[in-house]
């Protein structure tokens, strides 16, 4: 998860440093932050199957 969550920021960070003229690389971070984002919550949402009853 630490993994996730430091790639998702440093591409919402990156976001930040982009000029006017880097649209689709603004684009593109955003787009990588989201993907981080879903690994970060496989990583937690798969312990409440783990722990429901059967």
């Known amino acids: 998860m630490l993994t ?3 790639g998702a920021g440093g591409c919402l960070i990156g976001t930040g ?6 649209r689709s690389l ?3 971070m ?3 932050a989201v993907l981080f984002m879903g690994f970060g ?3 937690y949402v798969v312990n ?3 722990f429901a009853p059967k």
């Open 41 to 43: 919550m496989a990583g």
């Open 17 to 22: 440093f982009c000029t006017c003229e880097e």
């Open 4 to 6: 996730a969550f430091t």
């Open 26 to 28: 603004a684009v593109a």
């Open 48 to 50: 409440h199957v783990d």
């Open 30 to 32: 955003l787009s990588l």
